[in-house]
């Protein structure tokens, strides 16, 4: 799923790489750390600015290796047919978005060992970088830069090696699981179960730490321990939610001739004539009779009362581009997975280049809600 609040920086291998803003707190926090208190606790005696700057270049390395570690994980899905278009580095690190689940469980042995095996290998090369600089004396703050990130990236792959999902070792986990089970709904259950009881260690461990005298310590194990714990249970239900699906596509469950608003009727006309009177939470909207995107009540509600009566909807609609848009035959997951990139609770649905109907979020929920019931009954 794609962050509500992030920069796009570059691509690398068709892979759009973003920053999620809460990214810039723990760049600060671990800038700071570094040139605040690392370097100049275990190698006193240089100048102020001499630990700003390679605690910068060591920060910027040490976000660096993380984004390698996502970039492997990437590249070997895509390789398996797993179609990651996207990484971002958020608060607590990196996260590859996969399009959907792997299609068996070699393929998710592969994707999920790649990334501490690449995080090991940085580890061995800066470890490689710290013995180099020591021969030619190339400063003890150099050395003690590489020294840093070859701990870091051991240190990351042995915290993802952890079996609980959705940690790459409880990725492995599951991958063994599903191998021996055939079941990737009760692998991807006991893997979160995993999960969740590491979340509730690594919490434990954090009070623990906080009563100890280590505050700032113990609140980042609680934090982290909390976000593993929700991301486990998400993750399972994801899991869950794409097993009821099944093999359902978007023309399924799409609206085929869904109510309209022609592009040149007033924010005022719409919000009476269509949202108050039908109690829908969108339209989409029409120019001579073709669909040119739609507009939601989010988009009403961001137009000025005093200018509804004479701004229409087409200056407030979101226009049919392909972030809106999927394909009537794409698995309904895709669907799912396209709004939240998008930010959108509806998606219009097209067919040979041609907008052929509307499906929302409310609607794919009530399918859910619906199979699943019936699935309990059977």
Known sequence: MKPSRGVDLFRVAGIQIAIDYSWLAIFVLVLWSLAVGYFPHEYPGFAR??????????????????????????????????NVRRITLFLFGGMAHLSREPSNALAELKIASV????????????????????????????????KYLSFINVALAVF????????????????????????LRAATARAADWG?????????????????????????????????RGAARASYHGVVIEHVLGSARVSDLMVTDPMTIADDVTVRDAIEEHFLRHGFGGFPVTRNGTIEGFVTLAQIKHCPPEERGRRTVRDVMRAADAAVTIAAMAPISDALRRMVESESGRLLVTEGGRVVGLITRTGITRFIQLKTELEEEG
Do not use: C, K
């Open 115 to 146: 990334g501490p095996l690449t995080s090991f290998a940085l580890g061995g090369i800066f470890w490689a970088l710290m013995v180099g600089a020591e021969r030619i004396a190339a400063g003890s703050l150099w050395v003690a830069m590489f």
């Open 196 to 228: 969740s009881g590491i979340a509730l260690g690594l919490m434990g461990l954090g009070l623990l730490q906080i009563f100890s005298g280590a505050l700032v310590g113990g609140l980042w194990l609680i934090f982290i321990g909390m976000f593993l």
């Open 160 to 183: 993802n090696l952890l079996p609980g999902f959705p940690l790459d070792g409880g990725r492995i986990l599951r991958g063994f699981l599903w191998y021996r089970s055939g079941n």
């Open 49 to 82: 600015v001499h630990y700003w700057g390679i605690g910068a270049m060591a920060t910027l390395l040490f976000f660096a290796s993380v984004l390698i570690h996502e970039l492997a994980h990437s590249l070997v899905a895509n390789r398996v047919g797993q």
